[in-house]
């Protein structure tokens, strides 16, 4: 098996024209702050569509994604990783080929074990995971599948050593 590691993907590899379609995203937050930073490393990937909460309740957050049509949805796990943990749980069961990146302010253990990107991290890395998401799907649900076969590190820089069949 081989994984993909998302930060290595080269910057030609990232542009807009060679995607298969626009990715319509769905960024959900509390900080609206945050909002001008995914308009502007993740505007040329496709539409940006924003929900200003927390992500915090898993049937509201599949109602967004619902409402927006979304490919790929970026949750803001800052202070609510517990709930944003149980959003993405929720979110595998509805619909297990959507993205999920999940970004935090503070690197937590809780972030880390949702391979949660700094929030006001590398560029490069924000927009390197929305497009892994896109390919890839619900990283819970790929966990699921796998067990233990796919844990990335925190910022998704080196994906865990994997055990040799």
Known sequence: MHVVNPVSMSPESMRPQELSGPIRMLVVGADADYRERAVNVLGELGRIAFALVAP????????LVEHERAGVVVLDA???????????????GFAPRLGVVVVCEHLTDAARDLNALPKWGWTRDLRAAVL??????????????????????????????????
């Open 78 to 92: 800052t202070d609510c990783e517990a709930q944003a943990a149980k959003a993405i749980t929720a979110l595998w």
């Open 56 to 63: 915090t309740e898993p049937k509201d957050v599949w109602g």
């Open 132 to 165: 892994f998401a896109h390919a890839e799907g619900n990283p819970l649900a790929r966990r699921r599948a796998l067990p233990g076969a796919e844990r990335r590190e925190l910022r998704g820089l080196a994906p865990a050593p994997l055990a040799a069949p």
